[in-house]
Structure formats: structure tokens, C-alpha cells
């Protein structure tokens, strides 16, 4: 049987998603515009939202819409 290799993380997930989507977006400025540069822009938002998201379960008062960014605030 094969052993799997594994290995322990140094740096949070949290942290990793955002040096990931700022690695993204940095990349994204220095490609002319087309297709590849807004998929670059799109997984940083992606990585970006994933970071809301995770922090929403721990924010303190109720959860809304608001923490994605998707919906408009209430007034």
C-alpha cells in the first residue's frame, strides 16, 4: 500500500486566499485586456468573496446580505 504524503499548512487558509488574490489582481494589471486578464480578475474575486464568506459565521450581530456584497444594505 502506498503512503500518503502529507504535509503541515505554515499559514492560515484565510491567509493564503488573500496573498492569492492579491497575487491574482497583480498579475491581472501587467496583462492587456481580453479574456485572460478578466479571468485573472475573476478568480481574485472569487478568492476575495470565499474571505467573506468565511469570516460571516464568526461576525458578531446577525447575518445579512450585506457580508457578501451581492445585495444592497437595508436603509
Do not use: H, N, V, Y
Not at 491567509?15 to 497583480?26: D, I, P, T, V
Not at 485573472?40 to 446580505?65: K, T
Amino acid at each position: 500500500m502506498l503512503k500518503r504524503r502529507r504535509f503541515k499548512q505554515t499559514e492560515t487558509f484565510e491567509q493564503r486566499l488573500s496573498r492569492e488574490a492579491a497575487e491574482l489582481r497583480k498579475e491581472a494589471q501587467g496583462t492587456p485586456a481580453g479574456i485572460k486578464r478578466e479571468r485573472l480578475i475573476q478568480r481574485a474575486r472569487q478568492a476575495e468573496r470565499a474571505l467573506r464568506l468565511g469570516a460571516w459565521p464568526s461576525s458578531p450581530g446577525p447575518a445579512g446580505a450585506e457580508m457578501t456584497g451581492d445585495l444592497p444594505a437595508k436603509r
